[in-house]
Structure formats: C-alpha cells, structure tokens
C-alpha cells in the first residue's frame, strides 16, 4: 500500500507565493518520478511538472520560469515553489508518485486547492 498526501495549498493574491509539499509513504521499494498536476473546473488534468529518480525536470511551458519542483533529501518528498501566481494558476493540484510497490503503479493524493485571486 502506497500513501501520497499534499499540502500547502491556500488563496493568494495574484503576484504572490505558494508553496505545494507531497510526500509518499508506505512499501516504496524504488521511485521513478513524482509530478504535480492540476484541474480547474471544466477543464481535463494536465502536467505541471515532474523530477524523476534522476533528479531531471520537467515543466509545462504555462509555468516555466514562475514554478519550480525539487525534492528533498528523503526522496519520496517533493515541492512545488510556485511564485508570480495568475488567476489562471487557480485549480485542485494533485501529487502523483510513480512507484514500483509490489508492483509499478501510479499513486495520487487527494488534491490541494489553490485559489489566486484579489
């Protein structure tokens, strides 16, 4: 069993910071990747970014140069320093973990809601 939990989440100005946490816990035997992904409402899922094991990044061009995902030393732990937030920025963001537990999967939190608006 894999458990993958956010937080950090909140309403701020347009402008301002905010910064996401995910950690992954449970029978993690190797981590692949983690991402973050976000949905407003009507709109389908999409990447926002990821680290693999290695350590590469990967951004989607809305939010290259504004967010900035990293991983701590304990690396089922990773962030998303999200800075010059837009009101477009505003949706549920979402950790997914892929793992290999018993076997190779994809696990996702339950979402974190972040609101930009004055």
């Known amino acids: 069993q894999v458990q993958v939990v956010e937080s950090g989440g909140g309403l701020v100005h347009p402008g301002g910071s905010l910064r996401l946490s995910c950690a992954a816990s449970?029978?993690?035997?190797?981590?692949?990747?983690m991402g973050w992904y976000r949905q407003a409402p009507g709109k389908q899922r999409e990447l926002v970014a990821s680290?693999?094991?290695?350590?590469?990044?990967n951004y989607a061009d809305s939010v290259k140069g504004r967010f900035t995902i990293s991983r701590a030393s304990a690396k089922n732990t990773v962030f998303l320093q999200m800075n010059s937030l837009k009101p477009e920025d505003t949706a549920v963001y979402y950790c997914?973990?892929?793992?290999?537990?018993?076997?190779?999967?994809?696990?996702w939190g339950q979402g974190t809601q972040v609101t930009v608006s004055s």
């Open positions: 997914k973990a892929d793992v290999l537990s018993w076997n190779r999967g994809d696990y």
């Open positions: 680290i693999t094991g290695g350590g590469s990044t």
């Open positions: 449970g029978n993690i035997f190797s981590m692949y990747a």
